[in-house]
């Protein structure tokens, strides 16, 4: 039986095969619970033009689990952080491994990836409504906003709450 690379393998995978898109790498390891046993987990702030290509490698290396999709608006740009664990369910080897990819609030575009993980749906999609962002490749329908709620208006943005 082969073993799945760990977080810190994949992280490098990562940053060798997408030179110069890979921006920022951050590892962030924490103790907890009444042995403080750690956690680890790799911050990795990437280019756009590489995001799904970056997640269908993660997902040919070790098949992660998506957590969830985090969003938020920085001002300029609108941030999206892809929360995923590496090595899922094993007793103290889950490995947090988190894409951030930052998407200019003039033209929020990022492929879906639910042809690599169909459970992303439900996340982007709140991404799409609550933000604005354009998730290429999925329903526009409502999920989470009614009907009537303006369009264009996006709870989650700034400048809407200003």
Same mark, same amino acid.
């Given at each position: 039986?082969?073993?799945?690379?760990?977080?810190?393998?994949?992280?490098?995978?990562?940053?060798?095969?997408?030179?110069?898109?890979?921006?920022?790498?951050?590892?962030?390891?924490?103790?907890?619970?009444?042995?403080?046993?750690?956690?680890?987990?790799?911050?990795?702030?990437?280019?756009?033009?590489?995001?799904?290509?970056?997640?269908?490698?993660?997902?040919?290396?070790?098949?992660?689990?998506?957590?969830?999709?985090?969003?938020?608006?920085?001002?300029?740009?609108?941030?999206?952080?892809?929360?995923?664990?590496?090595?899922?369910?094993?007793?103290?080897?889950?490995?947090?491994?988190?894409?951030?990819?930052?998407?200019?609030?003039?033209?929020?575009?990022?492929?879906?990836?639910?042809?690599?993980? !169909?459970?992303?749906?439900?996340?982007?999609?709140?991404?799409?409504?609550?933000?604005?962002?354009?998730?290429?490749?999925?329903?526009?329908?409502?999920?989470?906003?009614?009907?009537?709620? !303006?369009?264009?208006?996006?709870?989650?943005?700034?400048?809407?709450?200003?």
């Amino acid at each position: 039986m082969t073993k799945n690379p760990d977080a810190q393998e994949i992280v490098k995978r990562l940053s060798d095969k997408f030179k110069g898109k890979v921006k920022d790498i951050r590892e962030d390891k924490h103790a907890h619970g009444k042995k403080k046993n750690s956690t680890l987990a790799y911050w990795l702030t990437m280019d756009r033009s590489v995001f799904k290509d970056a997640v269908a490698e993660i997902c040919g290396l070790n098949y992660p689990f998506l957590s969830v999709i985090s969003g938020r608006d920085t001002g300029n740009e609108i941030e999206l952080i892809y929360h995923f664990y590496v090595n899922y369910g094993g007793k103290l080897q889950e490995q947090g491994i988190n894409l951030c990819v930052f998407l200019p609030k003039s033209k929020p575009e990022l492929p879906t990836i639910t042809d690599l993980i !169909p459970g992303a749906l439900l996340s982007e999609r709140e991404k799409q409504e609550m933000l604005g962002v354009d998730i290429q490749g999925i329903s526009k329908e409502r999920a989470f906003l009614p009907e009537k709620h !303006p369009e264009g208006n996006y709870p989650w943005r700034k400048e809407e709450n200003a």
